[in-house]
């Protein structure tokens, strides 16, 4: 219109356009989260632990003596990880390839992420809790690992490895060993 008055029936016809629009974005995007659920195993953890982050290093789980990785019984590899502004404790981990593996994580401060690449590995790790991800590698190689939550300002050199290797080149561990790659 000239006067630049818009007539109702015109602006309730382009609203419904933009309805139709939004709620179309939303049912793909509720698909996509169903789908990735149920095909690709992501979702939420459903383990919910608690721990008190005052006294993680005087005893228990994550004292320093327990952190890095483990052997199980079965053979399979636990690594128990804290992660503080700003770096993760162990700072690299060392596991074996095609093996069952167990992340336990925890924070002393504030909340963290961990995201291995090209992984399922992907989880926050908040104080108060313990996250716990399972994964197998099934290549050998050095995974970076990025923390991938904004935990202050040294986050952007919050960063870690995995070394993956042969099964043959992990070290048989005694029960009570626990082995890491910090030195190399
Ligand atoms: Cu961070």
Not at 69 to 76: F, L, M, P
């Amino acid at each position: 219109m000239p006067d630049g008055i818009v007539p109702a029936a015109q602006v309730a016809r382009t609203e419904k356009r933009w309805l139709t629009v939004m709620v179309g974005m939303l049912i793909v995007m509720m698909v996509v989260v169903v789908l990735t659920g149920v095909t690709n195993a992501i979702h939420p953890p459903s383990n919910v632990e608690t721990i008190d982050p005052t006294t993680l290093h005087l005893a228990g789980e994550f004292a320093e003596s327990n952190l890095g990785t483990v052997q199980e019984r079965d053979g399979s590899l636990t690594a128990r990880l804290v992660a503080g502004q700003y770096a993760f404790v162990p700072d690299c981990v060392k596991l074996a390839v095609d093996t069952p593996v167990k992340f336990r994580l925890t924070s002393t401060d504030v909340i963290h992420g961990f995201l291995l690449p090209a992984t399922n590995v992907n989880t926050m790790v908040m104080p108060g809790f313990v996250s716990e991800v399972r994964t197998r590698f099934t290549r050998p190689g050095i995974y970076r690992m990025p923390c991938h939550e904004f935990c202050g300002g040294g986050h952007h050199g919050m960063w870690s490895r995995v070394s993956v290797v042969p099964k043959e080149q992990f070290p048989a561990l005694a029960p009570t060993e626990r082995s890491s790659c910090v030195q190399q």
